[in-house]
């Protein structure tokens, strides 16, 4: 993955592989619900 400079929403489940795109959700939902941490390639909660 890389930067880019500009802020155009990125659609960061095209960076991963379905299955690896559901697990992170996943864990994303038990680990940060409230998506504290969603700085840089944000995987939302519930995606």
Same mark, same amino acid.
Do not use: I, K, Q, W
């Given at each position: 993955?890389?930067?880019t400079a @500009? @802020?155009?929403p990125m659609h960061v489940e095209? *960076?991963?592989s $379905? $299955?690896?795109f559901s697990? *992170?959700?996943t864990l994303k939902n038990r680990? @940060?619900?409230d998506n504290v941490f969603r700085n840089?390639?944000?995987i939302r909660p519930s995606a």
């Open positions: 993955m890389n930067f @500009d @802020d155009a095209t *960076l991963y $379905t $299955t690896e697990r *992170l959700v680990l @940060d619900p840089n390639h944000n």
